[in-house]
C-alpha cells in the first residue's frame, strides 16, 4: 500500500452555490474540502492529487405554495447566480477551485420535525489546480 502526503491547507475561500427548484425552493449546498493528498503525477508529468470533501446543504421552501407529496418527484432546476468557485490554496502553492454540481433533486413525500421538505440531491464535485 502506498501512503500519500497529506498537502496542509493554507487559506480557503468556501462560498455557496445556489439553485432554484421549480416546485418553488431555494436549495444552497457549499463544497468543503476537508484533506488534500499528494499522488505523483500522471502519465503526462502533471500534478495529481486526491481529495477528500464533504458537502453541505440547506433548503429554503416556499411554504405558502407547498403541496404534499405522496410519493418521491424528480425536480427540475436551475443555478440562481453565476455561482463561483472555491479557492484553496494548498502547502505546496498550488491554488485548488471546487465547485458543487448539481446532477439531480428529488423531492420525497416526507418532511422534517418542522415540516420542511425532504429532498435527494446527487451532485458532484468539479476540479481545477493551478500550479
Known amino acids: ?42 502519465l503526462q508529468g502533471n500534478p495529481s492529487i486526491n481529495l477528500q470533501t464533504a458537502s453541505v446543504i440547506g433548503v429554503t421552501p416556499q411554504m405558502d405554495t407547498f403541496e404534499p407529496l405522496d410519493e418521491r418527484k424528480d425536480l427540475q432546476f436551475e443555478e440562481k447566480y453565476d455561482n463561483p468557485w472555491n479557492e484553496y490554496t494548498l502547502g505546496n502553492d498550488y491554488i485548488l477551485m471546487l465547485k458543487p454540481t448539481i446532477a439531480q433533486v428529488d423531492r420525497t413525500g416526507k418532511c422534517d420535525l418542522r415540516g420542511i421538505p425532504l429532498y435527494i440531491i446527487q451532485s458532484q464535485v468539479t476540479a481545477k489546480v493551478k500550479t
Do not use: C, F, H, P
Open 1 to 42: 500500500m502506498v501512503v500519500q502526503k497529506e498537502i496542509a491547507i493554507k487559506n480557503s475561500k468556501e462560498i455557496w452555490s445556489y439553485y432554484d427548484l421549480d416546485d418553488g425552493t431555494i436549495l444552497k449546498i457549499k463544497t468543503i474540502l476537508r484533506s488534500v493528498y499528494d499522488a505523483g503525477a500522471d
